[in-house]
């Protein structure tokens, strides 16, 4: 089997870039000291997390000098989202931090003005009519990360060639490449057909030697357009039944047995199965939410762990797990941080770990602490270790009616949809262990404390639209995205593709998720993004 090497120097989730090589018929060999980047003939430098944090790990491990040999010994190289980023002069994230310095220019942060930060989700990899390692104007690519390389117009002079994305008024460097040299800052490993065909041309060579030619004439004016795609994300959520096997299962504001006198867990099939079905319609992420945290058996036997490998093996979306991220302590007595456990997650495939309960107790302390923060929470742990988009933070509220404005302390949005005894008030309680305990914290002090914790995207459930196919909450979700800067996913109560259509267009969500209404098959992913695109949103389909 043919070989690439593989950098591995920081904590990160590569097990889905292992898979998509393997996928295409190629073995990894892992570099695990400079001593070893001399015998790599192809070698892939990924990245996660801070730009300095990375470029601090290879510099302390001395592999700086063995990269830029190899780089200028002609050898195939690839980098990876920081990987990219490596190339570069320097950062605005780091700034006493140098790049490579291969590339003359620096990174600075996305505008947050007009936009949430980080910039997650599809965008494109625009080569202006040019052969680029089988980059292809009418696809979608991955893209999760808060700095860039703007984009000027000038490398080209200098001999690279220039993929662009853009993301509202922003154009950046979405890949780049000359000679031996090839770097994304999307993640084709997470980019679904598309990026695996990228990867392909990388390691069969192919990528290089047309590259900077101009394409057919009717590959580059094939009608597409450029910027961030409407998300979609299918969520499972994942339990055992009464007969002990691993089912999906679905609730109605989250009671998930059946309404007969036996009351079953509600079985609606299989999780690797059912993601796999949802990535090949089109969805653009899959979520699993473990709601029972399985403790009777030991952590690393959890069967999450294996749904993620298998599921990682055939899915190449992002994936993210929730579900019992939090301090624990193992059957054996071991003590075990949340940062051991979403580490385990990682190792398995996954993208990205959800917190739900423990984030509302952090939220907690923080503000009865004074807004100080200490380092020690889960969300501030994994972020720093992963970054901040490894970090999600799922939220369980429930309304609660208030007759006026100033009855409560808290967040208060004027509904259109008034309380049993006619309130025209409302707030929004955070719960949790899956909406059993109610606690005194409202959606706008919860999502705030994460992002100042360093999460990277809120997932915003709502109990009281939970199963009831009747549309999002878009008061709910309009007074978090109003609250916070990173990306919200609207979940709950979709129904019907209409109901994707109303939470786009009358709300500025990032994204939005649908359970119930694909496990019932009433409706696949690919009729609501075909709905969608009939309405003119722009959304990725599924490029098999
Ligand atoms: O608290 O960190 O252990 O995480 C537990 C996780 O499990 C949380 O993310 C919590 O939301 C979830 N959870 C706990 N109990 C339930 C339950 O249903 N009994 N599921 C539960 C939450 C809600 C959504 C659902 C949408 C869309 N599921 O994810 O998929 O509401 O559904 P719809 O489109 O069918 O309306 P921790």
């Known amino acids: ?27 990894v060999d892992w570099v695990r000291s400079p001593e070893d980047v001399p015998k790599a003939e192809k070698l892939i430098l990924p990245g996660v997390g801070h730009f300095g944090h990375c470029m601090t790990q290879l510099s302390q491990a001395n592999y700086l000098p063995a990269i830029k040999k190899h780089i200028e010994a002609g050898k195939p190289f690839m980098g990876i989202c920081v990987g990219l980023q490596a190339l570069f002069q320097g950062s605005e994230e780091d700034p006493e931090v140098p790049g490579l310095g291969v590339i003359p220019s620096y990174l600075t942060h996305f505008d947050e003005s007009d936009k949430s930060v980080p910039h997650i989700g599809w965008n494109n990899a625009n080569t202006g009519g040019k052969f680029m390692y089988d980059l292809r104007p009418d696809s979608k690519y ?21 993929a662009t994305g853009t993301y509202g008024t922003e154009t950046f460097i979405g890949a780049i490449a000359k000679g031996n040299i090839y770097a994304t800052q999307f993640h084709p490993e997470k980019s679904g057909v598309a990026g695996l065909r990228t990867i392909k041309a990388f390691l069969t060579g192919s990528g290089a030697q047309n590259l900077g030619a101009d394409l057919p004439s009717d590959v580059a004016s094939a009608g597409h357009k450029d910027g961030l795609t409407r998300r979609l994300i299918a969520c499972l959520d994942v339990r055992t039944n009464d007969q002990g096997d691993l089912v999906v299962t679905k609730g109605d504001q989250y009671d998930v047995r059946e309404k007969g006198a036996d009351r079953n867990v509600r079985n609606l099939g299989k999780p690797v199965e059912m993601a796999k079905k949802y990535y090949e319609s089109g969805a653009d992420e899959v979520t699993f939410l473990n709601i029972t945290s ?31 991220i939090r301090d624990t302590v193992d059957t054996d007595g071991t003590k075990v941080s949340a940062l051991d ?4 997650y990682f190792k ?50 429930k309304r609660v009616y208030v007759p006026k404005l100033d009855a409560t302390r808290h967040a208060i949005v004027e509904t259109k949809f008034p309380g049993p005894k006619g309130e025209a008030f409302c707030w929004y309680a955070c719960t949790i262990k899956g909406g059993r305990e109610t606690r005194d914290m409202d959606v706008v002090e919860l999502t705030q404390a994460v992002e100042a914790m360093g999460a990277g995207e809120i997932l ?10 009747s549309g999002f909450d878009l008061e709910l979700i309009q007074q978090v995205k109003n609250a916070v800067k990173i990306p919200v996913i609207a979940s709950s109560g979709a129904g019907n593709p209409g109901h994707f259509e109303e939470v786009f267009e009358k709300t500025t969500t990032d994204a939005a998720l649908g359970a119930g209404m694909f496990h019932r098959g009433e409706y696949t992913v690919k009729q609501v993004k075909d709905f969608l695109q009939d309405k003119g949103l722009l959304i990725r389909q599924f490029d098999g």
């Open 1 to 27: 089997m043919p070989t690439v090497h593989l950098l591995d120097y920081v904590a990160g989730n590569i097990r889905s870039l292992v898979n998509a090589i393997e996928k295409l018929g190629y073995e």
């Open 142 to 162: 991955y893209y999760v990360h808060s700095y860039k390389s703007p984009y000027r117009g000038t490398l080209e002079a200098q001999g690279w060639t220039v």
């Open 294 to 324: 399985f403790r009777d058996c030991p952590l690393a036997d959890l069967p999450m762990l294996e749904v993620l490998r298998q599921t990682s093996l055939t899915v190449f979306v992002p994936l993210t797990i929730g579900g019992g």
């Open 341 to 344: 456990i979403a580490t385990m």
């Open 348 to 397: 398995s495939g996954a993208d990205k770990v959800s917190i739900g309960s423990d984030a509302v107790l952090a939220a907690e302390e923080y503000y009865s602490l004074g807004k100080k923060l200490f380092g020690n929470t889960a969300i501030e742990q994994i972020s720093r270790a992963y970054g901040r988009q490894a970090v999600v933070v799922s939220v369980d509220p």
């Open 460 to 469: 915003l459930n709502c109990i009281d639209k939970d199963g009831t196919n």
